[in-house]
């Protein structure tokens, strides 16, 4: 099993100097970063290169996470909407690729954050999005990378709440490179079980997200880790496990992940560090 964090813990916007991350990770004894997709649309394929050249001398697995905007919704009613995604996941792949990165998760069949301000409809809204995860599968294929369904909270999305509705959708989806993220955040709202929900996902369980109820690092709540231990052995689970708290508010990540108060307690970024040291040593120690 291996472990990581997401960047995001100690920044404000979907994007940052992951060359910073991948050291600081690697120093904290990580042996993931997860980053965030929307910046490397843009990058140039020198900034690639250097990323992908600093993870590898860092010994450092990236990963990426994905909130897809609203013009580049695979499910949306708007056919030129679906294509736009479709071609943003193309020219993403094809920097992903580039970047030696095999993983990326999220809510890739839809948008996020959601709008309930508009009318939901489940089912048209699942079957484009089972269609646009078939289409660009078949990319992502080719460039030997697996995409990862995050099952969420009611609050963030109208999709996939369970870990039932998860494992339906990618069976539906039926493409071997496409499996289910689950996250100890959303599952804790949604589930009955959450080793029940572990099991239910088995075979097609592909990336973990953990952290506690309030989003604060692994060990600082009330999370069942051993019963989430007990089933990821049952299950034989040897993918990544990746850490994503969130504790400090402000900018678009504050916003999109709604931290109204400062769950650091003024921390600084020393205090984060030591604390994402602990988290690491938590976490293997209770999960591996
Ligand atoms: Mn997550």
């Given at each position: 099993m291996k472990f990581g964090i997401y960047y995001a813990y100690w920044e404000k916007e979907w994007q940052a100097d992951y060359k910073y991350y991948i050291k600081k990770v690697a120093k904290l004894g990580y042996d993931i970063l997860e980053?965030?997709?929307?910046?490397?649309?843009?990058?140039?394929?020198?900034?690639?290169?250097?990323?992908?050249?600093?993870a590898r001398e860092n010994g450092i697995t990236l990963t990426v996470g994905h909130g897809p905007s609203k013009e580049h919704n695979l499910s949306s009613t708007d056919v030129s909407i679906r294509k736009k995604g479709i071609e943003f996941y193309e020219t993403l792949f094809d920097?992903?690729?580039?970047?030696?990165?095999?993983?990326?998760?999220?809510?890739?069949?839809?948008?996020?954050?959601?709008?309930?301000?508009?009318?939901?409809?489940?089912?048209?809204?699942w079957n484009r999005g089972v269609e646009g995860i078939r289409e660009i599968a078949k990319i992502a294929?080719?460039?030997?990378?697996?995409?990862?369904?995050?099952?969420?909270?009611?609050?963030?999305?109208?999709?996939?709440?369970?870990?039932?509705?998860?494992v339906k959708f990618v069976q539906e989806v039926d493409a071997p490179?496409?499996?289910v993220l689950l996250d100890t955040f959303h599952m804790n709202i949604e589930e009955d079980s959450i080793g029940g929900a572990i099991r239910t996902a088995g075979k097609y369980l592909g990336h973990m997200h953990i952290g506690e109820?309030?989003?604060?690092?692994?060990?600082?709540?009330?999370?069942p880790w051993a019963e989430i231990h007990e089933a990821l052995n049952?299950?034989?689970?040897?993918?990544?496990?990746?850490?994503?708290?969130?504790?400090?508010?402000?900018?678009?990540?504050?916003?999109?992940?709604?931290?109204?108060?400062?769950?650091?307690?003024?921390?600084?970024?020393?205090?984060?560090?030591?604390?994402?040291?602990?988290?690491?040593?938590?976490?293997r120690y209770i999960l591996a």
């Open positions: 980053i965030a997709a929307t910046p490397i649309v843009d990058y140039s394929d020198d900034q690639i290169e250097e990323i992908k050249n600093c920097k992903l690729e580039k970047m030696d990165v095999h993983l990326i998760g999220g809510a890739l069949n839809t948008y996020w954050p959601v709008n309930y301000d508009v009318d939901v409809d489940k089912t048209g809204d294929e080719e460039k030997g990378i697996t995409l990862c369904i995050e099952v969420m909270n009611r609050f963030e999305t109208y999709l996939l709440n369970t870990a039932e509705e998860g490179n496409v499996k109820s309030n989003r604060k690092v692994p060990g600082k709540g009330h999370l049952d299950i034989g689970y040897d993918n990544a496990v990746v850490m994503e708290p969130f504790e400090k508010m402000g900018g678009k990540v504050g916003t999109d992940i709604k931290v109204w108060r400062d769950l650091s307690d003024g921390a600084s970024e020393q205090a984060l560090d030591d604390r994402a040291r602990q988290a690491l040593e938590f976490s």
